[in-house]
């Protein structure tokens, strides 16, 4: 969704921030209330940050982020569903772009940043009461 930032082919598509962050927050909700209704357990997870250096938008991108994470655990615990904080995991000294060396794009993790991930969740699921399964091997 918040690429929607970028449109450069059609200035009159381009969205502002909170309007972005509200549809983000009112998709959530209603995949929650749903999941609910049907008796699914839920796990929220934080956007991630990012650090796209040719984008002019990466600052507003990642404040959006912030501001979007926030609301989500906040979903999560109105709804008591469990909350995976990627990004306070991933996250630079600033608080808001990504840490260097998580992903070669400044968007996508690559395996270090993955297995920040891996690790983020399995401690989530274990406070959560959840064990993980373990794989053959």
């Known amino acids: 969704n918040t690429w929607d930032l ?23 909700t209603v995949m ?3 999941a609910r209704e049907h008796g699914i357990a839920v796990a929220l997870c934080g956007m991630l940050p990012t ?21 989500i655990r906040a979903l999560a615990a109105e709804h008591g569903a469990m909350y995976v904080d ?5 996250v ?3 608080g808001q772009t990504l840490r260097g060396g998580l992903a070669d794009d400044g968007l996508h993790p ?7 991930m891996a690790a983020t969740l399995l401690e989530a699921l274990g406070e959560a009461g959840i064990g993980a399964i373990k794989g053959r091997g």
């Open 6 to 28: 970028d449109i450069w082919w059609d200035a009159s598509q381009r969205r502002e921030p909170q309007e972005i962050e509200d549809e983000i927050v009112a998709d959530l």
């Open 32 to 34: 929650v209330r749903m």
């Open 86 to 90: 990627y990004h306070s995991r991933l």
């Open 110 to 116: 690559h395996v270090q940043g993955y297995r920040i």
């Open 51 to 71: 650090d796209v250096p040719f984008n002019g938008n990466t600052a507003a991108r990642n404040a959006l982020i912030l501001r979007a994470n926030a609301r």
């Open 92 to 94: 630079a000294n600033d």
